[in-house]
């Protein structure tokens, strides 16, 4: 992994002068993407390995299929250095080339972004994005270049042939597809389900009513129908806040929705999880908000603001960063996905967590309960 973390700082560093170049396709994959790829394990000069225009179903062809054992497991369709990859026929394009010839993984890339879909799921091309990595400093500018790399790492030939990617990528997307399901049927129990449970407590006289009640209050649902995408912990009601205009504020309207539409499942995935640790850290007396750039967590309060605040989540297209009522100053060990946010505007949330994997979750759990525990 060293050449790639060295690899990673070149491209990082010369990246403004090659953008001054306007770089098309053909010398972004000579001068960023094939040795990023040779620093990853893969031969681009072995066609056993890696075969350079690999033909398509209709004609075409894909930049790049890296092979084990002769065999496509990754395509990668390269783009010029300035393509933004949020084109959706590009998106359907690649993913169906990968779909059609049974290969699992694909990744979309301009050099600088590299986007990895996983192409057998059962929903639209764009919805397929597993998890994107982004090299540009502007981008990941609080996230170490060990980080990425360990990021990147998960398409390497190593770990291709290791089938890392492909369990991840299972179990991210299963769990998404759980989670949506008992969601629906927290919002909705069918009466096998209430029956199920009643029986299931040794007191079969609980009303119905009684049940729906008290799943509501177990899952974080609110007496109202909820709004946005799906989640074990539904939303609670949202947000409402007064933005001043002259004299007169208006009444502007959140949800999650807003924060999740368009991130890789992976991201939505690590959000859910932070979302139900911090939800369970006291069971009904914690409370979240939906706000324009950020979820909070607080102590329950009629109104808009909530009362101490603990933590502060910004879903981003790469990481969850997360704004906690510590300060960076008094650790001993910080983690290495933490830094000094005490020149933010987080009230008193001093320490910024920048969480890209649920390894780097599990390592900020403890610091998150910390947080609460922390007097305002």
Known sequence: MNELIQTIENVRA??????KHALKETPTRTIII????????????????????????DGKSVDYALKINR????????????????????IT???????????V???????????????????????????????????????S?????????????????????????????????????LDAIMRDPPRAFLNILRKSTGDESIPTQKIRDSLARICGKTALPTQGVDSIHPPPPVSQIRQPTGRRATQVSYDESRHLAGKPQEVVELYRAIDRFCLSLRPRAIEKRVLKIYVAYGCAAR????????CYTVIQQHSVVLYLRLKYARMEQPPSCARDASSQR?????????????????EAAPLIRQSLETPT
């Open 145 to 181: 270049v060990q980080d990425l790399a360990r990021q990147m790492w998960r398409i390497s030939r190593d770990e291709m042939a290791e089938g890392t990617l492909d369990r991840l990528g299972e179990q991210t997307f299963t769990d998404g597809k759980i989670r949506k399901g």
């Open 34 to 57: 094939d040795p990023l790829l040779e620093a990853l394990g893969w031969d681009v000069r072995d066609p056993d390995e890696v075969e350079l225009e690999y033909p398509t179903v």
């Open 303 to 310: 109104g808009p603001r909530l009362k101490g605040t603990f």
């Open 105 to 143: 993984w694909c990744v979309l890339t301009n050099g600088v972004n590299w986007k990895v879909y996983r192409s057998v799921e059962k929903c639209p091309a764009p919805d397929k994005l597993m998890y994107e990595v982004s090299l540009d400093p502007r981008d990941s500018e609080d996230i």
């Open 93 to 103: 394009q690649v993913v169906g080339y990968a779909a059609n010839d049974g290969i």
């Open 14 to 19: 010369r990246l403004g002068a090659l953008r």
């Open 71 to 90: 065999k496509p497991v990754l395509l990668v369709e390269a783009k010029a250095l300035d393509d933004p990859l949020n084109d959706v026929k590009a």
């Open 346 to 362: 987080w009230g008193n949330c001093k320490l910024a967590l920048n969480i890209s994997s649920l390894a780097q979750f599990e």
